[in-house]
Each structure stands twice: as structure tokens, then as C-alpha cells.
């Protein structure tokens, strides 16, 4: 089932509520760790969504410096510009990032080429979510410090000063393991795993999916998905023996979604195959 990034189906459990909780508490960044496929990119919409808050969203590559989530400079067209002999101020070329936007609403609409609509109507709370910061140099990590914070930053090229307008806001930062985080960007944040849930767990996770976006869960889909529930969390042990890769929750959710669209069930002649190419994922053939 995709990610619609939408907030409406997400299921949170206690401690992942309590680490919100803190964060907000803390005013510091939500960092969520976990396998892929656990479910910590669509936390920050789902928030979002019961905040009444606005969302921005920055998926991190590895080419992204940690300056892109506060601004970027347009330097090529600042230079075409000034070699046609146009006009040529600074702050015509500044694009605000997330953070920016986050912070300071009322000034990035200022500086954007793309402004929000009915800006003066939006809430002044906003959940940004800074995804897969793994992905990044250490140096995205650590350059991040100072404006989270200290909730402000300067534009280099035109000297602005960005600092926290009004109302607040939730960071919520997503790191998949593959590479190590700076010491000093983990003891700034609030720090979660993500768990596997267990049985129950998928199953309330397929009801959501379920209810929300398929009109409710019908008795024979409630069997299935204990069905693969059951087998996923036994899949998962097996795995974990032979240190490979356990199925994810969002893999769960493929399968089930597979076995609904095709009626196969765990008894189907079927099924191996299926779990094989929707769970395992076996790396070499055999």
C-alpha cells in the first residue's frame, strides 16, 4: 500500500506518543531510527495533521548541505542576469528552505517564488520533516546545530537575520542506519527506535489502512491479515537467525494488499512465491 504522506492512516504507539510528546516539551528535533519500511517518514504528516499544523518536507540526498534546509542561493541565474545587464539585487535570488519556512513564515513568503496561498490564514504551527538525514555528509548533521538550537540563522549573501516569528514547531528527523550520526547532533535531539510491532499491531495497522482507505475491514480481510501478521512475525525471527533483512511494516502492508487484489491466502499454492517476492527478497536465486 504507498505512502500518501497524507497523515490520515498511522498508528501510534504509546512510547512513539511519549517521544512526541517530549520533543515538544524539549523544543528539540524528533529523531526516529529504524529499518526501512517502519513507518518514520509518515509520522510527520499524521502529526501534522492532528496539530492542525503546517508540513514541509526535505528528502535528503547525498549531495544536500545542511545550508539547503535554511536557503538557496541562485547564483547562475544572479550571474545571467547581470551579464544581459539586468537589475541585480541579492534577494531576488534567495530561495527559503524548510527550516525558513518553519521559523519565519511571513518573512520567506517575502523571498519566494512560489508563495502560500492565503498565508495570512494559515496556522502558525508547523511539523517539518528532514527525511532520511543519513543520506547526508556529517556535516549536514552538525551544521544543523546552531539553527535548531537556537530557532535562527543569517543569510549569508544578503545579511538577513531569520528568527522564530511566532507559534512553534516540530522537527522530525528519519535516519534509516546507514551511516553513523555525529555525537552532537544525537545529544541535541529526542532520540526513538522504531520497533517491529508485534501480531496485533500489524493487524490494528491494516485495519487503519483498511478503514481509511479502502471503506473498513471486512471480517474475511480481518483473517487474512492475522494470517500474515502471524507469518511475518515468524518470517521476521527466521530472518533475524540468518541476519538478514526482516520484512518491514510497510511490507506487511504490500503483501496484504497482494493478497486481497488476488485471493491468495498462507494456504494458497501460491502464497510461498508471493511471501518470497513481497516479504524475503532473497538477494541471489535458489
Known amino acids: 500500500m504507498p505512502d500518501r504522506r497524507d497523515g490520515l492512516a498511522y498508528v501510534m504507539s504509546p512510547k512513539l506518543e511519549l517521544a512526541v510528546d517530549i520533543a515538544y516539551a524539549t523544543g528539540r528535533p524528533l529523531l526516529l531510527r529504524g529499518d526501512p519500511g517502519s513507518g518514520k517518514s509518515s509520522l510527520a504528516a499524521h ?16 549531495r544536500t548541505q545542511a545550508q539547503d534546509l535554511l536557503w538557496t542561493f541562485d547564483t547562475v541565474r544572479r550571474l545571467a542576469d547581470a551579464q ?14 524548510v ?35 543519513d543520506k547526508a555528509d556529517p556535516d549536514v548533521p552538525n551544521g544543523l546545530l546552531t539553527p535548531l538550537g537556537s530557532n535562527q540563522f543569517k543569510v549569508t549573501e544578503t545579511a538577513d537575520e531569520v528568527r522564530l516569528e511566532e507559534g512553534s514547531h ?37 485495519r487503519k489502512h483498511l478503514d481509511t482507505y479502502e471503506g473498513g475491514m471486512t471480517a474475511p480481510d480481518e483473517e487474512l491479515a492475522r494470517e500474515l501478521a502471524e507469518s511475518v512475525v515468524e518470517l521476521r525471527k527466521e530472518m533475524e537467525r540468518e541476519a538478514s533483512r526482516p520484512p ?39
Not at 502529526?47 to 547525498?62: F, G, L, N, P, Q
Not at 519556512?101 to 517539518?128: G, K
Request: glycine share 4%.
Open 170 to 206: 516540530l522537527v522530525i528527523v528519519t535516519t534509516n542506519e546507514e551511516r553513523e550520526l555525529p555525537q552532537a547532533f544525537l545529544r541535541r535531539c529526542v532520540v526513538v527506535w522504531l520497533d517491529h510491532p508485534d501480531a496485533d499491531g500489524l493487524v490494528a495497522i491494516a
Open 47 to 62: 502529526i501534522a495533521r492532528e496539530k492542525d499544523a503546517r508540513y514541509y518536507e526535505h528528502v535528503v540526498t547525498s
Open 99 to 133: 527550516l525558513w519556512w518553519a521559523f519565519a513564515r511571513r518573512s520567506a513568503a517575502r523571498h519566494a517564488t512560489d508563495t502560500e496561498s492565503n498565508s495570512s490564514r494559515l496556522p502558525t504551527h508547523s511539523v517539518v520533516l528532514v527525511d532520511e538525514i
Open 248 to 286: 518491514s511494516t510497510a511490507e506487511f502492508l504490500d503483501a496484504l494488499r497482494a493478497c486481497r487484489e488476488l485471493g491468495i491466502t498462507t494456504s494458497s499454492p501460491q502464497w510461498r512465491e508471493l511471501r518470497d517476492m513481497a516479504l524475503v527478497k532473497q538477494q541471489s536465486g535458489g
Open 84 to 97: 544581459l545587464g539586468r537589475p541585480v539585487k541579492d534577494h531576488d535570488y534567495v530561495e527559503p528552505g
